[in-house]
């Protein structure tokens, strides 16, 4: 079993930076692949990104622009860091793991919410 807390969500203002963390704890094995979702209101959720413990990330095509996933192994914790954020950032952001990414990802933290708001 593996455990996701996520942390950094807020109000933020338009324009502005947030850098969302994620902590895994339990079988590290299984969070070979960590990454971030995101649902909007009224949406479905929607992959942002992952990356591998060998670093490499991979984005949605709509995140590439903003959007910003690392990782630090030695921590088990991955982050996500939104530039110029906008409205339509406002989202509950999830953090997932898994040994792969070949379909729904296993593991899902509880979420945390970003609310972009002037």
């Known amino acids: 079993q593996v455990r996701l807390v996520e942390s950094g969500g807020g109000l933020v203002q338009p324009g502005g930076a947030l850098r969302l963390s994620c902590k895994a704890s339990g079988s590290i094995s299984d969070t070979q692949v960590m990454g971030w979702y995101r649902q909007t209101p009224g949406n479905q959720r929607e992959l942002v990104a992952t990356?591998?413990?060998?670093?490499?990330?991979n984005y949605a095509e709509s995140f590439i622009d903003r959007f910003t996933i690392s990782r630090v192994n030695a921590m088990n914790t991955v982050y996500l860091h939104i530039d110029r954020l906008r409205f339509e950032d406002t989202a509950v952001y999830y953090c997932i793991a898994d040994r792969s990414i070949t379909g729904t990802p296993r593991y899902w933290g509880q979420g945390t919410q970003v609310t972009v708001s002037s």
């Open positions: 990356i591998t413990s060998g670093l490499t990330p």
